[in-house]
Protein backbone atom coordinates (compact mmCIF):
# COMPACT_ATOMS: atom_id res chain seq x y z
CA UNK A 1 0.00 0.00 0.00
CA UNK A 2 3.19 2.49 0.93
CA UNK A 3 6.50 1.84 0.46
CA UNK A 4 9.10 3.12 3.13
CA UNK A 5 7.90 6.72 4.24
CA UNK A 6 11.44 9.12 5.15
CA UNK A 7 11.66 12.34 6.24
CA UNK A 8 13.81 14.87 7.88
CA UNK A 9 11.82 16.42 10.76
CA UNK A 10 13.47 19.16 12.32
CA UNK A 11 11.76 18.49 15.79
CA UNK A 12 13.05 15.93 17.55
CA UNK A 13 10.21 15.05 19.98
CA UNK A 14 7.51 14.93 17.16
CA UNK A 15 9.76 12.40 15.22
CA UNK A 16 10.12 10.12 17.68
CA UNK A 17 6.58 9.92 18.18
CA UNK A 18 5.83 9.35 14.62
CA UNK A 19 8.05 6.52 14.70
CA UNK A 20 6.24 4.91 17.76
CA UNK A 21 3.06 5.85 15.94
CA UNK A 22 3.99 4.10 12.74
CA UNK A 23 5.84 1.01 14.76
CA UNK A 24 2.78 0.46 16.52
CA UNK A 25 0.65 0.93 13.65
CA UNK A 26 2.21 -1.76 12.17
CA UNK A 27 3.32 -4.72 14.84
CA UNK A 28 -0.63 -3.64 16.76
CA UNK A 29 -2.73 -2.80 14.39
CA UNK A 30 -3.39 -5.59 12.12
CA UNK A 31 -1.85 -4.33 9.68
CA UNK A 32 0.74 -6.74 7.78
CA UNK A 33 4.13 -5.52 6.66
CA UNK A 34 2.82 -5.55 3.31
CA UNK A 35 0.61 -2.69 3.74
CA UNK A 36 1.45 0.12 5.86
CA UNK A 37 5.16 0.55 6.85
CA UNK A 38 6.71 3.76 8.14
CA UNK A 39 9.73 5.05 9.22
CA UNK A 40 10.42 8.33 10.03
CA UNK A 41 14.19 9.61 10.27
CA UNK A 42 14.99 12.81 12.64
CA UNK A 43 18.72 14.38 12.24
CA UNK A 44 16.93 16.57 15.13
CA UNK A 45 18.14 20.10 15.14
CA UNK A 46 15.69 21.58 17.14
CA UNK A 47 14.39 20.21 20.72
CA UNK A 48 10.68 20.53 20.90
CA UNK A 49 9.66 23.19 23.02
CA UNK A 50 8.73 22.02 26.54
CA UNK A 51 5.44 24.02 27.26
CA UNK A 52 3.96 22.60 23.91
CA UNK A 53 5.28 19.05 24.99
CA UNK A 54 3.43 19.42 27.78
CA UNK A 55 0.26 21.04 26.25
CA UNK A 56 0.20 17.71 23.79
CA UNK A 57 0.47 15.37 26.62
CA UNK A 58 -2.43 16.98 28.35
CA UNK A 59 -4.56 16.78 25.40
CA UNK A 60 -3.54 12.96 24.88
CA UNK A 61 -4.55 12.12 28.46
CA UNK A 62 -7.96 14.14 28.74
CA UNK A 63 -9.51 15.95 25.86
CA UNK A 64 -8.88 13.25 22.28
CA UNK A 65 -11.41 10.17 21.71
CA UNK A 66 -8.20 9.25 19.93
CA UNK A 67 -5.13 8.98 21.88
CA UNK A 68 -3.00 9.51 18.32
CA UNK A 69 -5.10 12.52 16.77
CA UNK A 70 -2.66 15.29 18.54
CA UNK A 71 0.29 13.85 16.35
CA UNK A 72 -1.72 15.50 13.15
CA UNK A 73 -2.24 18.68 15.77
CA UNK A 74 0.88 19.10 16.40
CA UNK A 75 2.20 18.70 12.47
CA UNK A 76 -0.37 21.82 11.69
CA UNK A 77 0.74 24.05 14.10
CA UNK A 78 4.51 23.15 14.14
CA UNK A 79 6.24 26.70 12.88
CA UNK A 80 9.57 24.50 12.59
CA UNK A 81 8.45 22.16 9.71
CA UNK A 82 8.73 23.03 5.83
CA UNK A 83 5.14 23.10 4.51
CA UNK A 84 6.01 20.43 2.26
CA UNK A 85 7.22 18.33 4.92
CA UNK A 86 4.45 19.54 7.29
CA UNK A 87 2.18 18.23 4.16
CA UNK A 88 3.74 14.85 3.94
CA UNK A 89 3.55 13.93 7.57
CA UNK A 90 0.18 15.51 8.09
CA UNK A 91 -0.84 12.67 5.25
CA UNK A 92 0.82 10.36 6.81
CA UNK A 93 -0.70 10.78 9.95
CA UNK A 94 -3.93 10.84 9.19
CA UNK A 95 -4.03 7.58 6.70
CA UNK A 96 -2.48 5.79 9.58
CA UNK A 97 -5.10 7.28 12.01
CA UNK A 98 -8.10 6.30 8.99
CA UNK A 99 -6.11 2.62 8.59
CA UNK A 100 -6.48 1.58 12.64
CA UNK A 101 -9.81 3.45 13.15
CA UNK A 102 -10.98 1.06 10.20
CA UNK A 103 -9.59 -2.23 11.49
CA UNK A 104 -10.98 -1.01 15.16
CA UNK A 105 -14.14 -1.04 13.83
CA UNK A 106 -14.09 -3.85 11.80
CA UNK A 107 -16.40 -6.78 13.19
CA UNK A 108 -17.86 -4.16 15.50
CA UNK A 109 -21.82 -3.39 15.53
CA UNK A 110 -23.66 -1.16 18.05
CA UNK A 111 -26.28 -2.99 19.79
CA UNK A 112 -29.71 -0.67 19.29
CA UNK A 113 -31.03 -0.59 21.83
CA UNK A 114 -28.19 -0.90 24.09
CA UNK A 115 -29.23 -3.70 27.25
CA UNK A 116 -28.81 -2.67 30.80
CA UNK A 117 -25.43 -4.18 32.83
CA UNK A 118 -25.15 -4.16 36.65
CA UNK A 119 -24.23 -1.49 38.55
CA UNK A 120 -21.44 -3.03 40.47
CA UNK A 121 -18.49 -1.26 38.81
CA UNK A 122 -17.19 -4.08 36.28
CA UNK A 123 -17.34 -3.73 32.57
CA UNK A 124 -19.04 -6.77 31.57
CA UNK A 125 -18.55 -9.06 29.05
CA UNK A 126 -20.75 -11.95 27.54
CA UNK A 127 -20.14 -14.35 25.09
CA UNK A 128 -22.92 -16.06 22.93
CA UNK A 129 -21.74 -19.67 22.24
CA UNK A 130 -22.89 -23.23 20.96
CA UNK A 131 -21.30 -26.51 22.16
CA UNK A 132 -22.63 -27.58 18.21
CA UNK A 133 -20.63 -24.54 17.31
CA UNK A 134 -17.24 -25.08 14.45
CA UNK A 135 -16.14 -21.67 15.14
CA UNK A 136 -17.09 -21.89 18.90
CA UNK A 137 -14.66 -24.92 19.12
CA UNK A 138 -11.90 -23.29 17.59
CA UNK A 139 -11.66 -19.92 19.45
CA UNK A 140 -12.13 -22.16 23.05
CA UNK A 141 -8.55 -22.43 23.75
CA UNK A 142 -7.62 -18.93 22.42
CA UNK A 143 -10.74 -17.23 24.34
CA UNK A 144 -10.13 -19.71 27.69
CA UNK A 145 -6.02 -18.21 27.52
CA UNK A 146 -7.67 -14.37 27.12
CA UNK A 147 -10.20 -14.89 29.99
CA UNK A 148 -7.76 -15.81 32.43
CA UNK A 149 -5.57 -12.28 31.83
CA UNK A 150 -8.62 -10.40 32.13
CA UNK A 151 -7.71 -7.28 34.76
CA UNK A 152 -10.43 -7.49 38.07
CA UNK A 153 -12.54 -4.33 36.94
CA UNK A 154 -13.99 -7.08 33.83
CA UNK A 155 -16.77 -9.60 34.48
CA UNK A 156 -16.59 -12.16 31.79
CA UNK A 157 -19.89 -14.60 31.49
CA UNK A 158 -20.96 -16.86 29.06
CA UNK A 159 -24.07 -17.56 27.80
CA UNK A 160 -25.22 -21.08 25.46
CA UNK A 161 -27.46 -20.73 22.89
CA UNK A 162 -30.49 -22.47 22.41
CA UNK A 163 -30.07 -23.11 19.04
CA UNK A 164 -29.29 -27.28 18.64
CA UNK A 165 -26.37 -27.21 16.54
CA UNK A 166 -25.11 -31.21 16.36
CA UNK A 167 -28.53 -31.96 18.28
CA UNK A 168 -26.25 -30.65 21.29
CA UNK A 169 -28.72 -29.02 23.66
CA UNK A 170 -26.19 -26.70 24.86
CA UNK A 171 -28.47 -24.35 27.43
CA UNK A 172 -29.84 -27.27 29.31
CA UNK A 173 -26.10 -29.18 29.06
CA UNK A 174 -24.29 -25.89 30.54
CA UNK A 175 -26.62 -24.98 33.32
CA UNK A 176 -27.26 -28.57 34.80
CA UNK A 177 -23.20 -29.04 34.41
CA UNK A 178 -23.07 -25.69 36.51
CA UNK A 179 -25.59 -26.84 39.15
CA UNK A 180 -24.09 -29.83 39.86
CA UNK A 181 -20.49 -27.97 39.92
CA UNK A 182 -18.49 -29.99 37.09
CA UNK A 183 -18.86 -26.92 34.41
CA UNK A 184 -15.28 -25.71 34.42
CA UNK A 185 -13.64 -29.43 34.75
CA UNK A 186 -15.89 -30.14 31.60
CA UNK A 187 -16.47 -27.03 29.23
CA UNK A 188 -13.50 -27.26 27.43
CA UNK A 189 -13.31 -31.08 26.77
CA UNK A 190 -17.55 -31.12 25.64
CA UNK A 191 -15.87 -29.33 22.54
CA UNK A 192 -13.07 -31.91 21.83
CA UNK A 193 -15.59 -34.76 22.87
CA UNK A 194 -18.19 -33.54 20.01
CA UNK A 195 -16.03 -31.89 17.42
CA UNK A 196 -12.62 -33.87 17.48
CA UNK A 197 -13.82 -37.10 19.04
CA UNK A 198 -17.13 -36.83 17.10
CA UNK A 199 -18.99 -38.17 19.72
CA UNK A 200 -22.77 -37.59 19.11
CA UNK A 201 -23.85 -35.68 22.08
CA UNK A 202 -27.05 -34.70 21.21
CA UNK A 203 -27.93 -38.44 21.57
CA UNK A 204 -29.29 -38.41 25.38
CA UNK A 205 -28.35 -42.57 25.49
CA UNK A 206 -24.40 -41.18 23.91
CA UNK A 207 -24.62 -38.21 26.51
CA UNK A 208 -25.39 -39.97 29.58
CA UNK A 209 -22.52 -42.44 28.79
CA UNK A 210 -20.08 -39.79 28.15
CA UNK A 211 -20.84 -38.06 31.73
CA UNK A 212 -20.19 -41.08 33.35
CA UNK A 213 -17.43 -41.83 31.44
CA UNK A 214 -16.19 -38.41 32.95
CA UNK A 215 -17.56 -39.14 36.66
CA UNK A 216 -20.83 -37.67 36.65
CA UNK A 217 -23.41 -39.97 37.75
CA UNK A 218 -26.03 -39.71 34.37
CA UNK A 219 -29.17 -40.16 36.87
CA UNK A 220 -27.83 -36.61 39.05
CA UNK A 221 -27.92 -34.79 35.82
CA UNK A 222 -31.19 -36.29 34.51
CA UNK A 223 -32.74 -34.64 38.10
CA UNK A 224 -30.94 -31.17 37.70
CA UNK A 225 -31.94 -30.32 34.31
CA UNK A 226 -35.49 -30.26 35.67
CA UNK A 227 -34.93 -28.17 38.23
CA UNK A 228 -36.66 -25.02 38.65
CA UNK A 229 -32.90 -23.06 39.09
CA UNK A 230 -31.83 -24.78 35.55
CA UNK A 231 -35.26 -24.13 34.10
CA UNK A 232 -34.83 -20.69 35.00
CA UNK A 233 -31.66 -19.90 33.71
CA UNK A 234 -32.44 -21.86 30.71
CA UNK A 235 -35.32 -19.34 29.84
CA UNK A 236 -33.36 -16.65 30.74
CA UNK A 237 -30.44 -17.52 28.17
CA UNK A 238 -33.32 -17.76 25.29
CA UNK A 239 -34.78 -14.31 26.98
CA UNK A 240 -31.09 -12.46 26.34
CA UNK A 241 -30.78 -13.98 22.46
CA UNK A 242 -33.23 -12.09 21.40
CA UNK A 243 -32.97 -8.97 23.60
CA UNK A 244 -28.90 -8.64 22.53
CA UNK A 245 -29.57 -9.70 18.72
CA UNK A 246 -27.33 -12.92 18.45
CA UNK A 247 -27.63 -14.06 14.94
CA UNK A 248 -24.79 -16.37 14.82
CA UNK A 249 -21.87 -17.49 17.47
CA UNK A 250 -19.46 -16.56 18.61
CA UNK A 251 -20.54 -13.36 19.57
CA UNK A 252 -19.33 -11.00 22.25
CA UNK A 253 -21.02 -8.21 23.97
CA UNK A 254 -19.01 -5.57 25.63
CA UNK A 255 -20.70 -3.68 28.00
CA UNK A 256 -24.39 -3.92 26.73
CA UNK A 257 -23.36 -1.76 23.62
CA UNK A 258 -21.49 -3.54 21.13
CA UNK A 259 -21.23 -6.54 19.14
CA UNK A 260 -18.50 -7.99 18.59
CA UNK A 261 -18.47 -11.34 15.41
CA UNK A 262 -15.03 -13.06 15.76
CA UNK A 263 -15.74 -14.35 12.03
CA UNK A 264 -15.45 -10.71 11.13
CA UNK A 265 -12.36 -9.44 12.88
CA UNK A 266 -9.74 -12.25 10.65
CA UNK A 267 -9.66 -14.31 13.76
CA UNK A 268 -8.46 -14.70 17.64
CA UNK A 269 -6.46 -11.71 17.47
CA UNK A 270 -8.56 -9.42 15.87
CA UNK A 271 -11.42 -10.36 18.09
CA UNK A 272 -9.64 -9.70 20.88
CA UNK A 273 -7.75 -6.88 20.14
CA UNK A 274 -11.41 -5.71 19.67
CA UNK A 275 -12.91 -6.14 22.87
CA UNK A 276 -9.66 -5.27 24.55
CA UNK A 277 -10.12 -1.82 22.83
CA UNK A 278 -13.92 -1.61 23.69
CA UNK A 279 -13.04 -2.58 27.36
CA UNK A 280 -10.49 0.46 27.53
CA UNK A 281 -13.57 2.82 26.34
CA UNK A 282 -16.23 1.37 28.39
CA UNK A 283 -13.81 1.56 31.72
CA UNK A 284 -13.21 5.21 30.85
CA UNK A 285 -17.13 5.92 30.00
CA UNK A 286 -18.16 4.51 33.01
CA UNK A 287 -15.39 5.71 35.88
CA UNK A 288 -17.14 8.07 38.49
CA UNK A 289 -17.21 11.54 38.22
CA UNK A 290 -15.31 13.19 41.13
CA UNK A 291 -16.90 14.23 44.09
CA UNK A 292 -17.14 18.40 44.33
CA UNK A 293 -15.18 19.49 47.09
CA UNK A 294 -16.47 20.90 50.21
CA UNK A 295 -15.73 24.60 49.89
Known sequence: MFGRFMFDVQTQALARRLEAFCLEIRANAGVSPRGLYGVVCCPAREPFAPAAAKHAV???NKELRHPKTFIFDEIIMSHHLHPMKKF????LALFAFATTTAHAQQGVTPLNPPQPVEGDGKVEVLEFFAYGCGHCANLEPSLEAWVKKLPADVKFTRVPSPARLMGIDSTVLYYSLEALGQLERLH???????HRDKVILGSPAILNEWLE????DPKKYEEVQKSFSVSSKVMRARKMMEDY???STPMFIVNGRFQVLEQATGGP???FANIDQLIVNARGATKPAAKPSGK
Do not use: D, Q, T
Open 58 to 60: MRE
Open 88 to 91: GLAF
Open 188 to 194: GKIFIAA
Open 213 to 216: KNSV
Open 245 to 247: KIS
Open 269 to 271: AGL
